[in-house]
């Protein structure tokens, strides 16, 4: 290994089968280095939103072209390719793919800074949405054999407060470096800590024994059975709806409100980024972090406890999201904007360590690949696509306030989502 010293293997007391793994200082070493992957791999999904007045502008583009831009064109190849990527990485080193897909977001991340038109645009982020897809299967894969199930979804949730960072750092940084040197450049910059990842992963991180409680058969199922064996369980085919309404509300928030601050209030890229960074960064982190925590003392009693947490998360945020998107009044706006913020994000992580403790060794990766194509196609493709139209279709009677019009529909997909927690719980009982 090259900068990190290897640490000595150490035995798992929640690990029936007596096998050895990392001791638990290098475990958090690759959890840390994880993170940091998708801090990144959510910088360049994500940084595209604080960019987008600028982007409107030079193309002369439509909100319902923005929506195809940051849905379907990422969205449907991110979660299509994710499935063939993880039936891969339920058989290899998911280090590797894990290293390739980063290498190939940042790269097209970098590609974006350089399109002149629009369909151009499109085929980059097309090609993010390829890397990125790689990423998510295998690191959630990978972790869920560095952690057993007591300490797998607070391990989750760590891992996903990179969502909230990426976000901090895409908006903040971003909205600086596009206010002073343009959004092309900070395309540029956001590719480059990928990058450097790339190195750290393939010099110092290792691939983890992929069972904690001696399940592995070392037969990888094929796709079709791990799809059937899933959806065989009602309390995943109620999470895996509710995922999808969440999921079109968090990605349509995340890409719009941006370009709402800009156009009802006429904030600077770095107004609005230093606003976002602090609500959908700092306080969206301390959301994902604690939806985590709370979920696994929920898990102590009966695991499927953990979905109650993403339904009151879903339910508090219905009284809050049209007085953030329709009040005139900036500080007004703000501050009902810090109850979705901080609650929005609270479903990724139950959602991902219930889908991980569902399924056998060999099929996580492919399950965690299910849930991003599902949710991918289904929800994040179609959240900011239908967003954006709305706005289209709103405009002559909202005017300015068209895009929070659309953004209102929010509710209805939250609302949504929070039965579908409910029902998934329910059906958990038995």
């Not at 998708?38 to 193309?59: C, H, S, T, Y």
């Not at 629009?118 to 982020?125: G, I, M, N, S, V």
């Not at 709806?241 to 009802?264: D, G, I, K, M």
Request: overall charge positive; charged content about 10%; glycine content about 10%.
């Amino acid at each position: 290994m090259t900068g990190i010293k290897v640490l000595p293997l150490a035995r798992d007391e929640d690990n029936p089968s007596g096998k050895h793994y990392f001791s638990p200082t290098y475990r958090t070493y690759i959890l840390t280095i994880l993170t940091l992957v998708f801090v990144v791999n959510f910088l360049d999904r994500q940084i595209m939103g604080i960019l987008l007045p600028q982007i409107k502008a030079e193309f002369g583009l439509t909100h319902g072209q923005l929506g195809i831009l940051t849905g379907p064109a990422f969205g449907i190849v991110y979660a299509l390719a994710g499935i063939p990527l993880a039936i891969v990485a339920d058989s290899t080193k998911r280090r590797n793919i894990i290293a390739i897909s980063t290498f190939v977001f940042s790269g097209m991340t970098m590609l974006c800074g350089m399109c002149t038109q629009f369909w151009q645009l499109c085929a980059a982020r097309f090609g993010v949405g390829v890397g990125e897809a790689g990423s998510t299967p295998s690191i959630s894969a990978m972790l869920s054999d560095l952690y057993p199930p007591k300490q797998r979804t607070g391990a989750l949730s760590f891992y996903l407060t990179g969502t909230n960072i990426g976000l901090l750092l895409g908006f903040f940084a971003g909205g600086l470096v596009a206010e002073h040197f343009g959004w092309r450049l900070a395309f540029l910059a956001a590719g480059i800590p990928g990058l450097i990842l790339c190195v750290l992963l393939m010099t110092t991180v290792r691939e983890p024994i992929r069972d904690h409680r001696g399940e592995d058969s070392g037969s990888t199922p094929g796709f079709g059975a791990v799809v059937r064996f899933l959806f065989a369980r009602a309390e995943f085919r109620w999470m895996i709806f509710a995922a999808v309404c969440s999921t079109a509300s968090l990605y349509a928030a995340y890409t719009f409100t941006p370009l709402h601050l800009n156009e009802v209030f006429a904030l600077k890229p770095s107004e609005t980024g230093l606003a976002l960074a602090v609500l959908t960064g700092a306080l969206g982190g301390i959301g994902t972090y604690f939806s985590g925590v709370i979920a696994n003392r929920k898990a102590q009693k009966h695991f499927g406890r953990i979905m109650l947490v993403p339904m009151v998360a879903m339910l508090v945020t219905l009284p809050c999201i049209p007085i953030y998107y329709l009040s005139s009044n900036l500080w007004v706006a703000l501050a009902a904007g810090t109850v979705p913020s901080l609650t929005m994000v609270a479903y990724v992580a139950p959602c991902y360590s219930l889908t991980q403790t569902l399924a056998p060794v060999r099929m996580r990766a492919q399950a965690a690949a299910l849930v991003s194509a599902i949710t991918g196609v289904l929800g994040l493709s179609t959240g900011p696509l239908l967003v954006g139209y709305l706005a289209d279709v709103l405009r002559p009677r909202f005017h300015e306030f068209a895009l929070g019009a659309g953004l209102c529909v929010l509710c209805l997909f939250n609302a949504l989502a929070a039965f579908g927690y409910w029902r998934s719980f329910r059906q958990s009982q038995g």
